[in-house]
């Protein structure tokens, strides 16, 4: 998991200043996050970890924090193993 973190506040960080993200704060709460950047996001996730984001996984809790997104890629990783 720790792994799936770091690079997903790696992506993050390029769009966030000088901002230090923490991995359970809110990206949208801080307004850092609009629908454009929901998708660059999403695909970014994909590619990165080669997985396929479902429509049933595009509930924005599963986004909301980099904790919540690596839980999303463990549970996906989980099912392609």
Known sequence: MQD???????????FFGNHDLQDD??????????????MQLV???????????????LELDNF???SAMASLLERKKSILT
């Open 4 to 14: 799936f973190k770091a690079k997903l506040k790696t992506f993050l960080s390029q």
């Open 25 to 38: 704060e809110d990206i949208f709460a801080v307004g850092f996050v609009n629908s454009m950047f929901a």
């Open 43 to 57: 695909l970014f996730i994909e590619q990165e970890f080669q997985v396929t984001v479902e429509n049933e996984d």
């Open 64 to 66: 909301r924090t980099i």
